[in-house]
């Protein structure tokens, strides 16, 4: 098992910053890519952005690209995403997941991972 908490979520206005972290803990980091899905108010989880087990892969969906920023620190267990400008359209609950090593693979699909966080609040403020 891998436990995953988010943290760094809540109320930020339009155009602000913030950063998500999310720690993990019961089974070796490395062995997993590490992913962000978001689910905003009656709508289905999709996925926003993913790193690879070394981080030498990250795939962003178009809608946030060049605005957000995943990383990770594999020494803490912990992966990040920082989120810069973001807009009204951003607010959703975001979850944090770990799926097994692909490799180069950067994994974009919920059914590529295993474990998941129990999310956290963002909502952007116009």
């Known amino acids: 098992q891998v436990q995953l908490v988010e943290s760094g979520g809540g109320l930020v206005q339009a155009g602000g910053s913030l950063r998500l972290s999310c720690a993990a803990s019961?089974?070796?980091?490395?062995?997993?890519?590490m992913g962000w899905f978001r689910q905003a108010p009656g709508m289905e989880r999709k996925f926003v952005v993913a790193?690879?087990?070394?981080?030498?892969?990250?795939s962003y969906t178009d809608s946030v690209k060049g605005r957000f920023a995943i990383s990770r620190d594999n020494a803490k267990n912990t992966v990040y995403l920082q989120m810069n400008s973001p807009q009204p359209e951003d607010t959703a609950v975001y979850y944090c997941?770990?799926?097994?090593?692909?490799?180069?693979?950067?994994?974009?699909?919920?059914?590529?991972?295993?474990?998941w966080g129990r999310g956290t609040q963002v909502t952007v403020s116009s």
């Open positions: 997941a770990a799926g097994p090593n692909q490799g180069m693979v950067v994994p974009h699909t919920e059914s590529e991972y295993n474990f």
């Open positions: 019961g089974r070796t980091f490395i062995n997993y890519a």
């Open positions: 790193i690879n087990w070394n981080a030498n892969r990250v």
